[in-house]
């Protein structure tokens, strides 16, 4: 077996996310994304993810990559996802969607995608194991893996039972590493525990780390003004050992140019910089959050059927992050992607509000997210 450069190098790679790409009228920008294309290839970085679920995305992969440079020259990652389907057979049907959308006839790193415990069962009723290790076989996967986002202890059991798993994406960055429910660290440690090379997603939570805005940024700022705010989230996440890859979802040129100069010359934060972003941190647990427990009981009683525990949840991280386009995009491809119930359609009717046991504001909330994101 061809190892690949991601899997052994000594320095931590970038890779490239294709989730957040720059768009125009409704579509995926191909003419900017080519030219972001040119330059992460022009700084030696040659990874690129996708995914079947990813709206569009393994298609533009396939325009503005793989229609343009020889197969040689870049490493495509895509993921297999299971939780929508019905017959072990669709397995194979969707691999070779993918591979038709890609316009390639082989996938360098295929992962089942989104490993958590509702998905857990069908992945070994249905095989799924067997069936990436029969694509590698076969020549159709160089390598293959899962992305992961369960417990620590689940992932234990996973990486004890399929031990011919080459490497796993895990959720890591300097916000979640000690969350109880995400357990980035915890699950940091049992992939090392196993040997597995990490390949790092959400460095920057989505992108809410690398805004200006918030205060946790403008202290970072003052430590060192030459460097960006995402640069931080970076370099924690890049000089974990074991961490062979950290993947950004870029949405343009300028996110490019800047996460090269972070990994061309790569560097693990200091002691002193370490210490920052522990303060950063308090700072960002500190900010009053409006106290949703996301029981739902609102939800029943909505005339518009808006979702507002998840509403609720992205106005939190504006108070928190002040990233307005990170949220307006999770708004337009998270929550209505999922409900449809636009947050603008409240008619201020308030019967949501007769039935919130932490007697929050709801109605004034939605509006003042619907101006905010406008």
Known sequence: MIESRHLTATK?????????????????????????????????????????????????LRDSLVKRYDRSQYEIATKLFISNLTDPKQQREQFEISLARLGIEYVDFYLLHDLTGRNMKKAYAYDTWGFLRQLRDQG?????????????????????????????????NYLDWDDSKIQSRLCYEVARKHGKPIFVMEPTKGGLLAGNESESARLLKQANADASVASWAFRYVGGLEGVKLVLSGMGAISQIEDNARTFASFRPLSIEEQRMVDDAVAIIKSIKRIPCTKCGYCVPHCPQEIWIPQIIDDYNELLIHRVVEVLKFKYEVTTLGAKGAKMENCTKCRLCEEHCPQSIVISDILQTMTEQIR
């Open 12 to 60: 931590t790679e970038l890779g490239f996310g294709y989730m957040r790409l720059p768009q125009a009228d409704g579509r995926f920008d191909i003419e900017a994304v080519n030219k972001m294309v040119d330059a992460f290839l022009s700084h030696g970085f040659t990874f690129f993810d996708t995914a079947y679920m990813y709206p569009g995305s393994e298609e533009a």
């Open 140 to 172: 159709l996967v160089k390598h293959i893996g899962f992305s992961f986002h369960g417990t620590a202890d689940e992932l234990d059991d996973v990486l004890q039972r399929q031990p011919e798993m080459e490497f796993v994406y895990l959720q890591i």
